[in-house]
């Protein structure tokens, strides 16, 4: 059965650094989301992609924050400047389209900021 | 409340009881999902219902849901030891671009 990819499965980097978390969604998915799980909160939306642009965006994602479908295939979401509290759970998750809504997540980044 | 809140927080049972769990929320919605989280994993999805269905059934799950009320329930039947985890209900809001708003998550815990 297809499902959607993460890589890598944990990363840990310093504060100030650059990440970039990748995400392979499902095949002929149309949709594409991040969200992220701050370790014992609630999974909180961060951004949706569609039609290679950003459809909404949370507070959370502000501009440390951006998202690319750079090729057929991956979607990443990269993090320019990681904050202490940047360290979450990074999932990603896609959907087929209009008339199917079931949102289908990756297994996530453990994102870890020392 | 925020959208999304499940009771109870945590659930212990024996191996073979059914398990239930609550979820309400605020807004309208076009829909509620229901996600199996095992500690420290993915999300696994389990179960949609729309806005317009009352009760759906999948293998041992049924979910309700009440529009009126602003609540939907999980039902586990003939629970078993890998049925523990952590179980979330989202949210598609209407008018929300359907990003999912999570709830706080009941932690279920099957004991043989």
């Known amino acids: 059965e297809p499902e959607v990819t993460q890589t890598p499965s944990h990363q840990v980097t310093q504060m100030g650094q650059e990440v970039i978390l990748r995400c392979v969604p499902i095949?002929?998915?149309?949709?594409f989301y991040w969200y992220r799980q701050i370790l014992g909160q609630k999974v909180e939306f961060l951004v949706s992609?569609?039609?290679?642009?950003?459809?909404?965006k949370s507070e959370i994602f502000d501009d440390q924050f951006s998202v690319e479908r750079p090729d057929g295939s991956n979607f990443t979401l990269k993090i320019r400047s990681t904050k202490l509290e940047d360290s979450a759970m990074y999932f990603c998750?896609?959907?087929?389209?209009?008339?199917?809504?079931?949102?289908?997540f990756g297994p996530g980044t453990r994102l870890t900021v020392l | 409340s925020q959208q999304g809140e499940e009771d109870p927080q945590a659930l212990s049972i024996q191996e073979g009881e059914n398990a239930t769990m609550n979820c309400s929320y605020k807004?309208?919605?076009?829909?509620l999902q229901w996600y199996r989280q095992n500690s420290g994993r993915g999300l696994v999805h389990l179960i949609l219902?729309?806005?317009?269905?009352r009760e759906k059934h999948s293998g041992r799950l049924r979910v309700t849901l009440d529009t009126s009320k602003k609540s939907s329930s999980l039902l586990i039947t003939a629970s078993r030891a890998a049925d523990t985890a952590s179980y979330f209900c989202?949210?598609?809001?209407?008018?929300?671009?359907?990003?999912?708003?999570f709830g706080t998550g009941t932690q279920l815990k099957v004991e043989l």
């Open positions: 998750a896609s959907r087929p389209g209009i008339t199917y809504n079931e949102q289908f």
């Open positions: 095949s002929n998915h149309l949709y």
């Open positions: 992609f569609y039609n290679n642009e950003i459809s909404e």
């Open positions: 807004t309208s919605i076009n829909n």
């Open positions: 219902i729309r806005s317009n269905e």
């Open positions: 989202a949210t598609d809001a209407r008018g929300g671009g359907n990003k999912l708003t």
